[in-house]
């Protein structure tokens, strides 16, 4: 056993695995950005089994290994955006399967799901997870291949049991993926709760300086599930780039600290417009108000993460109106950033979206929290 075996995630995220660049001695991992790889005169590889990079690239495996280990996985695969990375693994299904999904998840995921697997004859339900029990109605033995959740789920940030789930999806046959985009190994490992996949959108937390688009999955197993998905990326080339890969490692190393501090001003935020008289609901899991506070806490032992949800008192035009008069929160979409975002996303989903035209959904940075609080007290005021 090395020493990196035993080191703690903080450790191995700070160090990126303690990498030391043997060429140089450099602290740093170098970027080898050749697309190609030499063989020997045998004509075998010459270093690693390296043939070509769509394959293998040493940068996006130095993250893999990074995130493997933050998860506790026994594999990881990065792709070019997360989107990318979630079609991998419902395209790995064949016509025929069933997933079950939830009905608020992240908006362009549900959209593309609902009309891939209407074209390809996968099976789909979205259940209303605030039912007891919704789970267990859905899933169909043997059909059902995938039970896909995100929690908590975006903008709501309604918490779903991960350990429950699992054990429905997998009495039922199927595979439990979990999208911990908002979560991060930080705060929840849900392979340790029985998970099978962890997907991230490694365009937010993981790299943290929206400057990178990349997705992620992690596996508890190397299974036949799994050798479709790598077989899907290999072939169908989603791959991340190495200048990309090398960024996410980079913004990777301070992870960390980034959650916790993104986490601590939340809760500050959270906690001081709970009950404001310009708010109608903070939904928040770290306020003890929350309907699955218990579940969160239980789950989430490293903290409630950095994203919530205001409900706006005068609706719709008060939420736009409150949105407009912010100068310290910036009015974009996308999470996980050191800088503090603010969406409607009613307006960013359209008709169709079941979010409430007063919700504004809040990705609380790093800044120093009371110029975030000012600035929505400004705004609302
Ligand atoms: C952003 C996001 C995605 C999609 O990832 P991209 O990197 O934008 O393709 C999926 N799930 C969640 C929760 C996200 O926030």
């Known amino acids: 056993m090395t020493d990196s075996d035993t080191r703690r995630p903080a450790t191995l995220a700070a160090q990126t695995l303690h990498s030391i660049d043997p060429a140089t001695g ?40 990074l995130l493997t280990r933050l998860e506790g996985g026994t594999d990881a695969l990065l792709f070019a955006s997360g989107m990318a990375a979630a079609a991998a693994v419902v395209q790995a299904l064949r016509p025929g399967d069933h997933i079950v999904a939830q009905n608020v998840m992240y908006w362009t995921l549900r959209s593309w799901m609902v009309s891939f ?55 039922a046959g199927a595979q439990l993926v979990v999208d911990s985009t908002v979560v991060t190994p930080v705060l929840s490992r849900p392979l340790e709760l029985g998970a099978d996949i962890v997907f991230h959108s490694a365009t937010k937390y993981l790299n943290g300086h929206s400057d990178v688009l990349a997705g992620a999955l992690v596996t508890a197993n190397e299974d036949p599930l799994w050798a479709r998905i790598k077989d899907n990326r290999l072939n169908v080339g989603g791959v991340l780039g190495t200048f990309e890969a090398w960024l996410l490692l980079r913004g990777m190393r301070t992870l960390y600290l980034r959650v916790e501090r993104c ?36 789950q989430m032992p490293g903290g409630f993460g950095g ?45 169709d979206s079941p979010i409430p035209d007063d919700m504004l959904r809040l990705s609380v940075g790093v800044e120093d929290v009371e110029d975030l609080i000012l600035d929505l007290e400004t705004a609302l005021a």
């Open 117 to 171: 697997c209407a074209e390809w004859g996968i099976g789909l339900d979205l259940v209303d997870t605030s039912q007891e029990g919704a789970f267990e109605e859905a899933v169909q033995t043997g059909k059902t291949k995938l039970v896909w959740i995100e929690t908590p789920a975006n903008p709501t940030w309604d918490v779903i049991d991960i350990a429950a789930v699992a054990e429905v999806a997998h009495a």
């Open 263 to 298: 986490c601590e001003n939340a809760m500050a935020i959270a906690r001081h417009f709970d009950g404001h008289a310009a708010i109608e609901a903070v939904l928040y899991p770290g306020l003890e108000s929350h309907p699955r506070h218990a579940v969160a806490r239980k």
């Open 26 to 65: 450099g602290v740093v991992p170098v970027i080898q950005p050749s697309t190609t790889f030499v063989r020997d005169r045998d004509y075998q590889p010459l270093v690693d089994g390296r043939i070509y990079a769509r394959d293998h690239a040493p940068n996006p495996e130095q993250a893999e290994a």
């Open 307 to 351: 994203m919530l949800s205001l409900r706006i008192k005068g609706g719709r035009e008060a939420a736009l109106r409150c949105t407009a008069n912010l100068n310290c929160f910036q009015r974009a979409t996308s999470l996980g950033g050191v800088e503090s975002l603010v969406e409607h996303r009613a307006s960013v989903e359209g008709p």
